[in-house]
């Protein structure tokens, strides 16, 4: 059956609500069809059934790889992917400029081991997305904080555990790491009140000198009786 001839017969037809498939030349109804709405009629030339077994030939599969191999060869995916990966990074950079201004505006400092993480003077961390994340919904993430067994806040950051308030010192204080020369000490006593106000830099002495005479009498005549051996 030609194309002409098929067309005649179509216009009887879908008043019926049904139509003559290209590929089988068989009359079935509108729902067999898929719908493309580039077509006059608004389905298509042939029915689902008949699209199926042509995915599914052995001729179609071969045309396909021969298509792929074509694009391979042209060099054509490589140059696909290097663009994706440019308009990502493009994207990418912008949206970190756009968060690093934000979290500048509300007081956030950058830390200095590494730029993508920021401290406030509250002690809260905040944490960009990185490039390796592959969704491209980017957002500002709240670090992972949980206590060590001495009871301080602590994150992990450059696969190694930072503890909040000597990071808190280092930026609002200028307190440099060197050890147990100077430490960091809480002045009422809360190791969970990480706020710049409440920290002062102090020799380990000190610190350990702070620590005896908080302790009350009783606490530490407990503490001797422990100590002795009967």
């Not at 912008?94 to 690093?100: C, Y």
């Not at 505006?105 to 809260?124: L, S, T």
């Not at 990185?130 to 992972?144: F, H, L």
């Not at 503890?163 to 280092?170: D, G, T, Y």
Request: hydrophobic share 30%; aromatic share 12%.
């Amino acid at each position: 059956m030609t194309s002409i001839e098929r067309k005649r017969k179509n216009k009887f037809l879908f008043v019926k609500n049904k139509k003559i498939c290209s590929t089988c030349n068989n009359i079935k109804l509108l729902t067999e069809y898929g719908i493309d709405k580039s077509s006059n009629y608004g389905f298509r030339a042939s029915c689902k059934n008949c699209i199926k077994q042509n995915y599914n030939s052995y001729q179609y599969k071969l045309k396909e790889k021969k298509r792929y191999e074509k694009y391979l060869t042209n060099g054509s995916l490589k140059k696909n992917q290097e663009k994706r990966q440019k308009k990502i990074l493009e994207q990418y950079e912008k949206v970190i400029l756009k968060f690093r201004k934000e979290l500048i505006e509300k007081g956030f400092k950058q830390i200095r081991q590494n730029k993508n993480f920021y401290v406030n003077e509250n002690g809260n961390v905040k944490k960009l997305p990185s490039k390796t994340n592959k969704n491209i919904d980017w957002s500002i993430q709240d670090a992972y904080v949980t206590k060590n067994h001495y009871g301080y806040l602590k994150f992990n950051m450059n696969a190694k555990p930072f503890r909040v308030h000597q990071v808190v010192a280092q930026e609002f204080l200028g307190h440099i790491p060197c050890g147990h020369k100077l430490v960091v000490d809480h002045i009422d006593g809360n190791i969970l009140n990480n706020h710049y106000s409440n920290l002062q830099i102090v020799s380990n002495y000190e610190n350990l000198a702070k620590g005896m005479y908080k302790k009350t009498k009783e606490q530490r005549f407990l503490k001797y009786i422990k100590d002795i051996k009967f």
